[in-house]
Protein backbone atom coordinates (compact mmCIF):
# COMPACT_ATOMS: atom_id res chain seq x y z
CA UNK A 1 0.00 0.00 0.00
CA UNK A 2 1.52 3.65 -0.92
CA UNK A 3 -0.18 6.57 0.08
CA UNK A 4 -2.78 4.58 1.79
CA UNK A 5 -3.94 3.41 -2.09
CA UNK A 6 -3.84 -0.19 -3.49
CA UNK A 7 -1.13 -0.23 -6.14
CA UNK A 8 -2.49 -2.27 -9.22
CA UNK A 9 1.35 -2.95 -10.28
CA UNK A 10 2.91 -6.36 -8.80
CA UNK A 11 6.36 -4.81 -9.09
CA UNK A 12 6.96 -1.14 -7.92
CA UNK A 13 10.20 0.14 -7.08
CA UNK A 14 11.22 3.14 -5.12
CA UNK A 15 14.83 4.00 -5.73
CA UNK A 16 16.78 5.70 -3.27
CA UNK A 17 19.84 8.12 -4.43
CA UNK A 18 22.04 4.79 -4.13
CA UNK A 19 20.85 3.51 -7.77
CA UNK A 20 18.44 0.64 -9.20
CA UNK A 21 21.51 -1.76 -8.79
CA UNK A 22 21.93 -1.08 -5.13
CA UNK A 23 18.27 -1.98 -4.63
CA UNK A 24 17.91 -5.06 -6.54
CA UNK A 25 21.31 -6.58 -4.75
CA UNK A 26 20.02 -6.03 -1.81
CA UNK A 27 16.58 -7.61 -2.78
CA UNK A 28 17.59 -10.37 -4.72
CA UNK A 29 19.70 -13.49 -4.16
CA UNK A 30 22.29 -13.02 -7.53
CA UNK A 31 21.41 -9.24 -7.96
CA UNK A 32 19.73 -8.76 -11.44
CA UNK A 33 20.42 -12.12 -12.39
CA UNK A 34 17.83 -13.05 -9.47
CA UNK A 35 15.56 -10.18 -10.55
CA UNK A 36 15.58 -11.62 -14.27
CA UNK A 37 14.26 -14.94 -13.00
CA UNK A 38 11.66 -13.74 -10.83
CA UNK A 39 10.37 -11.85 -13.54
CA UNK A 40 10.62 -14.68 -16.22
CA UNK A 41 8.72 -16.83 -13.79
CA UNK A 42 5.82 -14.88 -13.98
CA UNK A 43 6.30 -14.83 -18.25
CA UNK A 44 5.25 -11.19 -18.84
CA UNK A 45 4.10 -10.80 -22.46
CA UNK A 46 5.15 -6.92 -21.70
CA UNK A 47 7.53 -5.32 -19.89
CA UNK A 48 7.21 -1.79 -19.27
CA UNK A 49 10.14 0.29 -18.49
CA UNK A 50 9.93 4.01 -17.39
CA UNK A 51 13.42 5.19 -16.73
CA UNK A 52 16.55 3.47 -14.96
CA UNK A 53 19.98 4.59 -14.65
CA UNK A 54 23.00 2.52 -12.73
CA UNK A 55 25.59 0.18 -12.95
CA UNK A 56 25.49 -3.06 -13.73
CA UNK A 57 22.30 -3.39 -16.05
CA UNK A 58 23.72 -5.25 -18.54
CA UNK A 59 21.91 -8.42 -17.60
CA UNK A 60 18.75 -6.45 -17.59
CA UNK A 61 19.58 -5.02 -20.82
CA UNK A 62 20.90 -8.34 -22.58
CA UNK A 63 17.67 -10.09 -21.37
CA UNK A 64 15.19 -7.48 -22.36
CA UNK A 65 16.86 -7.45 -25.87
CA UNK A 66 16.88 -11.07 -26.07
CA UNK A 67 13.50 -11.80 -25.35
CA UNK A 68 11.39 -8.54 -25.96
CA UNK A 69 10.77 -6.50 -28.87
CA UNK A 70 10.91 -2.45 -28.18
CA UNK A 71 7.71 -0.52 -28.67
CA UNK A 72 7.09 3.03 -27.22
CA UNK A 73 3.70 4.46 -25.97
CA UNK A 74 4.31 8.25 -25.21
CA UNK A 75 6.79 8.47 -22.22
CA UNK A 76 6.52 4.69 -21.57
CA UNK A 77 9.32 1.97 -23.52
CA UNK A 78 7.48 -1.27 -23.44
CA UNK A 79 8.86 -4.12 -24.51
CA UNK A 80 6.35 -6.88 -25.72
CA UNK A 81 7.74 -10.67 -25.84
CA UNK A 82 9.00 -11.85 -29.02
CA UNK A 83 7.30 -14.45 -30.58
CA UNK A 84 9.02 -17.22 -32.48
CA UNK A 85 7.22 -18.20 -35.93
CA UNK A 86 4.91 -20.78 -36.42
CA UNK A 87 6.41 -24.08 -36.88
CA UNK A 88 4.90 -27.30 -39.09
CA UNK A 89 2.46 -27.72 -36.25
CA UNK A 90 1.43 -24.33 -37.49
CA UNK A 91 1.32 -23.02 -33.71
CA UNK A 92 3.50 -20.37 -32.78
CA UNK A 93 5.82 -20.80 -29.16
CA UNK A 94 6.85 -17.85 -27.32
Known sequence: MLAERTMPAR?????????????????????????????????????????IKGEGLDPIETWREENFEHRRLGPWRLYVRQRVPAGPGGASRG
Open 11 to 51: LLALVPPGGLSAVIAETYTNGFHGLIAAVEAARPEVVVVGY
